[in-house]
């Protein structure tokens, strides 16, 4: 154990949406770390949550939060936009970042960020809550003992129906967001699906967006906490399809959508197919419970399957999967890769979609 790992951890939170406030409560549950400090623009909030948390320094401005010379850690809870000017600021710090999906809004600042964390020799962490539930979890235990054989086929999605997080939001921004529900909910499904396959590498990808409902105001949600305005109408996709290669010959198949005319409410998945065996996630409406199935035989005869799962610990999980990365002895090992790569395949499916024909991630 390091000298590090005995010093209480000082964490600065900026933002004060739902990612914000799930942090800020992870944090808090964590032994030896306290939250110092909190940003964000909404006043009243700001207020209430210095309150609700016992947070002593609050501020407007994240590049006030972040001129304090007595923090360790940094969690970017922000729009996309504002992800990487404020991870690399706190990298040249000294700090280590811990940020919230989507780790950019484009490859390019995704990279400066990965550098970022490399130069300074900091931790960078992307949040991935849901590659932490329990029934992920119990999948990933199946494909690494080997029970599904070689995985050379996988679907995964992330689809709602009613879900864009409100129209003249960031999120609606194609220059604030980066893009729409691909990079907001299909960059989870993504990185469900390739943790799941064990990281292979994306060679190519083929896609196409659509923007059929956001354009004419419809399909906007109608629960869930107003997101910052910022005035822009709706520039993104509401639905988007890729269709991916692996280096090593598997196929993967992406969807995700704010808004279709289909049976989904607020509903993700992935499906593997195997040489050995199959599996499939299927979460509607954010349950935990008789999710996963698996698909094999016995002697011939086809079985299927319902494996008990726990619910998994979401954003708890990351914070402390972080929490320990920092408190490690190899920082090295936690700067951001993963995030990029997921960065590196949106980027190229929007690419893909404007082009309209398949685009290489291959190096050339
Ligand atoms: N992992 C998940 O399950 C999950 C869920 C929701 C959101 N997110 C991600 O979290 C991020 C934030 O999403 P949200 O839904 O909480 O958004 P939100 O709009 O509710 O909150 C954004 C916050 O950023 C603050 N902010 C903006 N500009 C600022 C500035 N200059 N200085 C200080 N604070 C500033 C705002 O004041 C606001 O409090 C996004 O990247 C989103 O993709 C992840």
């Not at 009613?162 to 129209?167: A, D, E, T």
């Not at 354009?215 to 109608?222: A, D, E, S, V």
């Not at 509607?284 to 726990?310: C, H, I, K, N």
Request: charged share 20%; net charge negative; with cysteine.
């Amino acid at each position: 154990m390091t000298e590090q790992a005995i010093q209480p951890l000082r964490v600065g939170v900026v933002g004060l949406g739902f990612a914000g406030t799930t942090h800020t409560r992870a944090y808090q549950q964590v032994p030896g770390v306290e939250v110092i400090g909190l940003a964000g623009l909404e006043a009243d909030r700001l207020a209430q949550m210095g309150e609700e948390f016992s947070i002593p320094h609050l501020y407007a401005q994240w590049e006030d939060l972040l001129a304090r010379d007595d923090l360790d850690v940094v969690s970017v809870c922000t729009p996309n936009f504002l992800h990487a000017p404020i991870a690399i600021a706190a990298l040249q710090g000294g700090r280590h970042v811990l940020c919230e999906k989507p780790l950019a809004r484009t490859a390019a600042d995704a990279e400066a960020m990965v550098e970022a964390a490399k130069a300074a020799g900091r931790v960078l962490h992307t949040a991935f809550n849901h590659r932490a539930r329990g029934d992920v979890a119990t999948l990933k235990g199946f494909v690494d003992a080997g029970l599904l054989g070689r995985v050379y086929y996988a679907k995964a999605y992330w689809m709602r129906r009613n879900g864009i997080p409100g129209l003249g939001s960031w999120f609606t921004s194609k220059e604030l967001a980066g893009g729409g529900p691909l990079i907001d909910l299909g960059v989870h499904a993504l990185d469900q699906a390739l943790y799941l396959m064990g990281e292979p590498e994306i060679t190519t990808v083929s896609a196409t967006t659509y923007a059929e409902y956001g354009p004419r105001g419809r399909g906007m949600r109608r629960v869930g906490n107003p997101k910052m305005q910022t005035g822009s109408g709706y520039e993104v996709e509401d639905l988007a399809t890729a269709y991916m290669r692996t280096a090593d010959g598997a196929t993967l198949l992406l969807e995700a959508s704010w808004m279709v005319q289909g049976s989904y409410d607020d509903d993700f998945g992935v499906t593997l197919y195997g040489s050995e065996g199959g599996a499939e996630i299927d979460v509607r409406r954010y349950g935990w419970e008789d999710t996963l199935r698996v698909f094999t035989d016995q002697a011939g005869v086809p079985v299927e399957t319902r494996p008990a799962s726990v619910r998994g610990r979401g954003h708890q999980a990351v914070v402390e999967q972080f929490v320990d990365a920092v408190r490690s002895d190899d920082w090295s090992a936690h700067t951001g890769q993963e995030g990029l790569n997921r960065a590196r395949i949106v980027e190229a499916c929007y690419a893909s979609a404007q082009k309209g024909r398949e685009v290489s991630l291959a190096a050339e």
